[in-house]
Nanobody
Framework: QVQLVESGGGLVQAGGSLRLSCAASGRIFSDGNMGWFRQAPGNEREFVAAVSRSGTNVKYADSVKGRFTISRDNAKNTVSLQMDSLKPEDKAVYYC????????????????????WGQGTQVTVSS
């Protein structure tokens, strides 16, 4: 059974940092690409970042490039999202997700290609 559990969300001032973590159980972690998505009230869920199974390949949304860093620890079955220089528009519920197969840059940001999701963690950025 696959389980993804996010942690690390909270309230931070603009310009501050937070580190999100996702603990994964099940084979999907070792076989899969991992992604972070976010959803603000009234908005659709959007891609934030993704990392390949080996950790070699990564992709970021333009809105977070240069500020966020995704990484994974395959020995600990965790994937992290280091968020720096946070802005009020980064406020959202952040979700960890997993999908098997190849890291295909043109589809790795598509929510419909991910079959496993965590419950989400709230990130609030005050101005």
């Amino acid at each position: 059974q696959v389980q993804l559990v996010e942690s690390g969300g909270g309230l931070v001032q603009a310009g501050g940092s937070l580190r999100l973590s996702c603990a994964a159980s099940g084979r999907i972690f070792s076989d899969g690409n991992m992604g972070w998505f976010r959803q603000a009230p009234g908005n659709e869920r959007e891609f934030v970042a993704a990392v390949s199974r080996s950790g070699t390949n990564v992709k970021y949304a333009d809105s977070v490039k240069g500020r966020f860093t995704i990484s994974r620890d395959n020995a600990k079955n965790t994937v992290s999202l280091q968020m720096d220089s946070l802005k009020p528009e980064d406020k959202a519920v952040y979700y960890c997700a997993a999908r098997p197969g190849l890291f295909i840059p043109s589809t790795i940001d598509n929510t419909r290609t991910y079959g496993y999701w965590g419950q989400g963690t709230q990130v609030t950025v005050s101005s």
